[in-house]
């Protein structure tokens, strides 16, 4: 009976490790009043190493409740054939499903594109409105930093043609990078 009462208690001990653990909860994704900052960036050159191009974007988000994020993201983007300079601005609207450390979303934007005509993100050759939807999925490594991959479509307020005469609505953008639940 002594010998009962004894192996017991030392069990116990010895899988309390294992149950604590257990007990132990990740916050992976977002909840209410929860800001997110994104940063990414890009670039590229000619198999010369003449013409270099370059673009960096950061982005700012508000989450309202668990699933529903609110934000601005801006874009600078640069090209060195005859320097001309571009950049955007758009707000953006996002819901998200909460899978864990997956967090995957879906939502649209609308803002404005603007700069020197070379760089612009739009074929129209003139500052112009863009609006439309977006999805992506954020990854968390901690429970405060992710990866993230995004995909926009941007449609144009105003449509242009190009020489050949195709006509150029939108830009599909494609976005990775990392992310910092603060």
Same mark, same amino acid.
């Given at each position: 009976?002594?010998?009962?009462? =004894?192996?017991?208690?030392?069990?116990?001990?010895?899988?309390?490790?294992?149950? %604590?653990?257990? *007990?132990?909860?990740?916050? !992976?994704?977002?909840?209410?009043?929860? &800001?997110?900052?994104?940063?990414?960036?890009?670039?590229?050159?000619?198999?010369?190493?003449?013409?270099?191009?370059? %673009?960096?974007?950061?982005?700012? $988000?508000?989450?309202?409740?668990?699933?529903?994020?609110?934000?601005?993201?801006?874009?600078?983007?640069?090209?060195?054939?005859?320097?001309? &300079?571009?950049?955007?601005?758009? $707000? =953006?609207?996002?819901? !998200?499903?909460?899978?864990?450390? &997956?967090?995957?979303? *879906?939502?649209?934007?609308?803002? &404005?594109?603007? $700069?020197? +005509?070379? +760089?612009?993100?739009?074929?129209?050759?003139?500052?112009?409105?863009?609006?439309?939807?977006?999805?992506?999925?954020?990854? =968390?490594?901690?429970?405060?930093? /992710?990866? =993230?991959?995004?995909?926009? /479509? @941007?449609?144009?307020?105003? #449509?242009?043609? #190009? +020489? +050949?005469?195709?006509?150029? @609505?939108? #830009?599909?953008?494609? #976005?990775?990078?990392?992310?910092?639940?603060?």
């Amino acid at each position: 009976m002594l010998r009962k009462l =004894f192996v017991l208690p030392v069990l116990s001990l010895l899988l309390l490790p294992a149950v %604590s653990q257990a *007990v132990v909860e990740h916050d !992976y994704g977002f909840n209410a009043g929860n &800001w997110d900052l994104t940063l990414a960036g890009s670039g590229s050159n000619d198999q010369d190493f003449h013409v270099f191009s370059a %673009s960096a974007n950061a982005g700012l $988000g508000y989450f309202l409740p668990n699933m529903l994020e609110v934000g601005a993201r801006q874009t600078v983007n640069y090209t060195s054939s005859s320097p001309h &300079w571009g950049a955007s601005t758009r $707000g =953006f609207l996002d819901v !998200y499903l909460d899978l864990g450390q &997956w967090q995957p979303y *879906v939502g649209a934007n609308a803002g &404005w594109i603007y $700069g020197e +005509a070379g +760089a612009r993100p739009s074929l129209s050759g003139r500052d112009t409105g863009v609006y439309g939807p977006e999805a992506g999925v954020k990854y =968390f490594l901690t429970t405060s930093a /992710y990866v =993230f991959g995004q995909i926009e /479509y @941007d449609r144009q307020c105003h #449509t242009t043609t #190009t +020489a +050949a005469g195709k006509r150029i @609505d939108g #830009t599909f953008i494609y #976005t990775l990078g990392l992310g910092i639940k603060l």
